[in-house]
Every structure is written in C-alpha cells, then in structure tokens.
C-alpha cells in the first residue's frame, strides 16, 4: 500500500483546466504515513472570480489581487511534490491543471497518483454521498473548513489513512498509486496582433470584460474574439 505521498487540491475559477485559472493550492506531504511539510498560497488567475466559485470557497478577488500567477509559484510546487505520487478526492482534476499549466511553461509534471473518490465508491455503501465532506462525515472526520484547498487537502489525507486503516488488510490492491492520465496541449502566446484587435472589438462595441487581456493566452483571445464576432458583429470596415 502506498503510504508516501502529497495530497493535492486546488481552488479553481471554474471547471476544465484548458478554460479556467487556479485560485489557490494546497499540498500536505506525508511520508510513512506522516506529515512532513505543507505547501499553501494563493493564485492570481488575472480575472475575477465568479461569484458562485465565490460562494462556495470564500476566496474574493481581493484575496488574490496581489498574490503570484502560477507561472511564479508552478515550479516551488512540483519541486515540493518529489518523486512521490498524488493523493486527492478526484485527483485528475487538480492534476489536469497542474499539467496544463506545466505543458504552458514547458515544464515536465508527470505522476502516479491515489484518488480517495473511486476508493470511496468502492468501500462505501451505495447510498451515501462520496464528495469529500459528506464522505469526511461518514467516516467521523471533522475538517477545519471546507472548500480551501489546504484544508481539503488534509482531509484527503485523513480520510486516506481511515480507508486503509478499515480496509486495507483485505483490499490492499486499492490503496496502490496508478498512473494518472491527462493529455494537455500548450496554448499558443498571444501576439501584439490579437491583443489589438481584441481591444479595438471590446471599445467599439463598449464592452466591459474581467479578464485582464496582457495574461490571456493566443487560445483564449482567439476564443473571445470569435465571441464578440458572434454576438455583436465585426467593426466595419471605414471608407
């Protein structure tokens, strides 16, 4: 059984990592089932933070306003995460987007990893909720607070250790860490071209947007500007 391991999660604006920002990592090391080191800071995703994303983690845009963007905190974090494998309630969502981000800066972060979510939908009776807090619930686990990511990171961990504790005797093959999969591809950088022509649509047609356009990449501005296209039309062509 895998008893050496970072547990990972994130805090994101939204779901899909070729779309959305990290907001906040959290990361607990543990090696022979101890806590050795911890890992937390905020991420500036250079765009507000919607407020249902708001309402469910607490995290304001004031809270990231001043705090790195992930290309100043990417490499601390995969220095952080060793040679050891990941442990997170559905990892392959924290993984994919710090395999997004890596693939953006040309950086390697490939892992085995542990997801406690298929764990629990193999352990738990049929009819109990298996997110991370009805899940912590079940099994007496209380957390600091939820949906922050070093706190839910912790209870990845706990829970872990309570899994393997109640049965990993009998179904020790559960707790070995598989390879995760996510296929990520680099996202183009934005020319002086793009960013221009965005800014000429987003005046000429006044509208206001929540992103701040020098941190987009060349995929999200071509996807934006395709948008406006969309909805309200090109700028016409002058005499």
Same mark, same amino acid.
């Given at each position: ?67 790195p ?18 442990l997170?309630?559905?990892?392959i ?5 710090l ?17 406690? /979510?298929? *764990?629990?939908r193999?352990l738990?009776? !049929?009819? %109990?909720?298996?997110? =991370?807090?009805? &899940? ?19 209870s990845?961990?706990? /829970?872990? *250790?309570?899994?393997k504790?109640?049965? !990993?005797? %009998?179904?020790?093959? =559960?707790?070995? &860490? ?22 000429? /649509? ?6 206001n ?31």
């Amino acid at each position: 059984m895998t008893n050496s391991y970072v547990a990972l999660d994130l805090e994101t604006t939204g779901i899909g990592a070729k779309r959305e920002k990290i907001t906040e990592i959290g990361m607990v090391k543990v090696l022979d089932g101890q806590i050795a080191d911890t890992f937390h800071t905020m991420v500036n995703p250079y765009r507000d933070i919607p407020e249902r994303i708001t309402e469910l983690t607490g995290i304001t845009n004031d809270m990231v306003k001043d705090a790195p963007g992930i290309g100043d905190v990417l490499s601390d974090a995969i220095r952080f995460c060793e040679d050891l494998p990941l442990l997170g309630h559905q990892i392959i969502f924290d993984y994919g987007f710090l395999v997004q981000a890596a693939v953006n800066q040309k950086l390697e972060f490939a892992k085995d990893g542990i997801d406690t /979510l298929k *764990l629990c939908r193999v352990l738990m009776p !049929g009819s %109990e909720k298996k997110n =991370l807090g009805a &899940a912590c619930a079940y099994f007496g686990i209380v957390p600091e607070t939820t949906h922050r990511a070093l706190s839910d990171a912790m209870s990845a961990h706990l /829970l872990y *250790l309570e899994l393997k504790k109640r049965f !990993g005797n %009998e179904r020790s093959d =559960l707790f070995e &860490a598989k390879k995760l999969i996510y296929k990520a591809k680099k996202e183009k950088q934005a020319t002086k071209r793009q960013k221009q022509h965005l800014q000429d /649509l987003l005046k000429y047609h006044r509208i206001n947007v929540t992103v701040q356009i020098d941190y987009m990449s060349g995929n999200e501005i071509s996807r934006m500007i395709d948008k406006i296209i969309f909805t309200y039309g090109r700028i016409p062509e002058s005499k």
